[in-house]
């Protein structure tokens, strides 16, 4: 009996991992401190302490709006890869259970509920490149730069523009993260009436569908 408990147990995690694209075992008292450890070891030099981050020079991790809407797959994708063009280094060296581990910590910091599986699930953008390009470089291009190339073309914001994020990222994150942006940050809300530029529902699908074709 004992057995099969342990056995239905396990099953019971991976349909939680698959369901919600999350680890079901992050919070995990002694995993999350060794992720802290792990982070203190290898990523504390560019994204702070506290994981707020570095306006020009790293990006916050600990952000609720970021921790919400991604999932374990996309933030261990990129520590494990890096960001090809950027400063971002990959960590493929460290190995799965302590990027694991990395990902439980900054899942700790968590404040916001985890939409991560429902974000994407969303459908793919369905815009106008050309239109969403004349979009970006009025609006996107004052952070992200002319290309996207972000903090190394001496922009304020991420290279959104390279291949290590956008074939990462999928569309409902992106959409996501137009629309409300990410609090304490530089990334404003752009969307509707609140937002900053008051885009609407398909300005945004052309911005997403513009930034598609700088991956080609």
Request: glycine letters at 10%.
């Amino acid at each position: 009996m004992i057995r099969v408990r342990k056995v239905s147990s396990l099953f019971a995690i991976l349909f939680l991992y698959i369901a919600n694209g999350s680890f079901a075992y992050a919070n995990d008292p002694q995993q999350i401190e060794q992720g802290k450890t792990f982070y203190a070891q290898n990523c504390v030099f560019c994204h702070q302490a506290d994981a707020i981050g570095k306006t020009g020079f790293a990006p916050s991790l600990s952000n609720p709006e970021l921790l919400s809407i991604s999932t374990d797959k996309y933030l261990m994708a990129t520590i494990r890869d890096g960001r090809q063009g950027t400063a971002m280094a990959p960590y493929a060296h460290l190995g799965k259970d302590k990027i694991v581990a990395i990902v439980a910590y900054l899942r700790s910091m968590e404040t916001l509920p985890n939409r991560s599986a429902e974000v994407e699930k969303q459908r793919s953008a369905q815009g106008d490149a050309r239109k969403g390009e004349l979009w970006y470089k009025d609006i996107c291009s004052t952070c992200h730069g002319p290309q996207g190339d972000g903090y190394l073309a001496g922009s304020s914001g991420t290279a959104i523009g390279k291949p290590g994020f956008l074939n990462k990222a999928s569309d409902g994150f992106i959409r996501e993260t137009i629309k409300y942006g990410r609090s304490n940050t530089r990334m404003l809300p752009f969307y509707g009436s609140t937002g900053l530029a008051n885009l609407d529902e398909q300005e945004i699908e052309d911005i997403i569908s513009y930034l598609r074709t700088l991956n080609k």
